[in-house]
Each structure stands twice: as C-alpha cells, then as structure tokens.
C-alpha cells in the first residue's frame, strides 16, 4: 500500500515563500508520476503541477513562474517550491500518486490512484 505524507504547510504573508514536501512509502517512487493539487474552502480540488518519471514538470497557469515542482527519487520525495505567495494561494495541499508505471504525465485529480493527508498553506495579506 503505498502511503503520501505532506509537510511543510503554514501560515506566511504575502510575498513570502514555502517549500512543501511528499515523502513516499510502499513501493518503488521513481518510476511513477506525482503532482500536487490544492482545495480551498467550499472550492473542487484545483490542479497545481505534475512530474512525471522522466522529470518532466508542468505548472497550472495560475502558479507558473511562481510554484516549481521537482522530484528526488533517492529520498522518495517530491516538492513544491512556492515563491511570492497570494492569498489566493491559500487552500489545503495534497500530493497525489500515479499507480501506472512509465505512464504519461496526468493532470486530473481523478487520475491520481494515492494521497496524502494534505498540508495546509495559509497566505495573509
């Protein structure tokens, strides 16, 4: 079974920036696709950005330039660099993880088999 812990969520100002991090469990990471999504509040859970095993990134419009995705298959970790956050950043965070091996980047919520528990990102202004 493979297990999603989020870290790295919390309450910053804006301009500021956060770093989170997904540490997986439960099988092998580097051959599986990840993204993060967020939902905030009365909102449908949002597409943020997407690695698949290749390294290949991609943003939502609404983060790039701002939010860089990456992974590190030797720490089984992947991470959400946010820089000049906004308060309409502010929502709830979770990783999500592929179960098809070698597949293609996904950037719906739906196709993600595995989350977290979420990490919380409050931005004030």
């Known amino acids: 079974q493979v297990q999603l812990v989020e870290s790295g969520g919390k309450f910053v100002q804006a301009g500021d920036s956060l770093r989170l991090s997904c540490t997986a469990s439960?099988?092998?990471?580097?051959?599986?696709?990840m993204g993060w999504f967020r939902q905030a509040p009365g909102k449908e859970r949002e597409f943020v950005a997407a690695?698949?095993?290749?390294?290949?990134?991609y943003h939502a419009e609404s983060v790039k330039s701002r939010f860089t995705i990456s992974r590190d298959n030797g720490q089984n970790t992947v991470y959400l660099q946010m820089n000049s956050l906004r308060p309409e950043d502010t929502a709830l965070y979770y990783c999500g993880a592929d179960s098809v091996p070698f597949g293609p980047v996904r950037f719906r919520s739906d196709e993600y088999d595995y989350w977290g528990q979420g990490t919380q990102v409050t931005v004030s202004s």
């Open positions: 439960g099988r092998t990471f580097n051959g599986y696709g």
């Open positions: 690695i698949g095993y290749k390294m290949n990134a």
